[in-house]
């Protein structure tokens, strides 16, 4: 089935620096890319996403970054705050409606 | 986005006892799933909630397993039957937004222990 690789595991930045955490997928007719956002006792909560029709979309400090090309998209978190720390999943879709996801990063905000 | 709340958040089992897990939206949408994420893990889809039919299952998980009701447009319910401690998970029930059919929304998940 679909792959999705999701690079790093964990990452730990200091407040106020940006964090980055890409992701890398084989099946080239993904066309939606979603991140979500899941703190602790929670469910996975939608940050950004992006369709294959553009190459960048921002909102506020975050951004997704796509290259369909390389099959990669990125997501950059700019002047981090601690309450930025949790864990962020990116996905593709496959077929009409069905999320793979990727294996998830542990960010943590150091103040 | 749609508000989705689980019931139960939480629960403590014991194996061989089956368990239901409720997910209400408070509007109606059409596509309905349910996903499985395991102690540390990402997030499995097990199946879709089909409304007026049969739930559709992805490879490894099987009706008898996981059996799903879909009775209208904002309710649904997942079974988790004759449990073992390896079912103990996050099983966590999501929408289609009206963003696009792609866009999926998730509820607060279902703490599930099985003893």
């Known amino acids: 089935g679909e792959n999705v690789e999701q690079h790093p595991s964990t990452l730990s930045v200091q407040e106020g620096d940006s964090a980055v955490i890409k992701c890398t997928y084989s099946d080239s007719a993904s066309n939606y890319f979603p991140w979500y956002k899941q703190e602790l006792g929670k469910g996975p909560q939608l940050i950004i996403d992006i369709r294959s029709n553009v190459g960048e979309k921002k909102d506020q400090r975050i951004a997704v970054t796509l290259n369909k090309t390389a099959k990669h998209f990125s997501l950059h978190i700019t002047e981090t705050q601690p309450e930025d720390s949790a864990v962020y999943f990116c996905?593709?879709?496959?077929?009409?409606?069905?999320?793979?996801f990727g294996q998830g990063t542990r960010l943590t905000i150091n103040p | 986005s749609a508000v989705i709340s689980q019931k139960p958040s939480r629960d403590i089992c014991q194996r061989g006892t089956s368990l239901t897990i409720q997910c209400q939206v408070d509007s109606q949408v059409t596509m309905m799933f349910w996903y499985r994420q395991q102690p540390g893990q990402s997030l499995t889809l097990i199946a879709t909630?089909?409304?007026?039919?049969?739930?559709?299952?992805e490879s490894g998980f099987v009706i008898d397993k996981f059996p799903i009701s879909r009775p209208n447009l904002t309710f649904s319910t997942l079974t988790v039957s004759n449990m073992s401690p390896e079912d103990s998970s996050i099983y966590l029930c999501s929408v289609g937004g009206a963003g696009g059919q792609e866009t999926q929304y998730f509820g607060p998940g279902t703490r599930l222990l099985v003893l």
């Open positions: 909630a089909n409304q007026g039919s049969e739930a559709t299952y």
């Open positions: 996905a593709i879709i496959q077929g009409a409606q069905k999320l793979v």
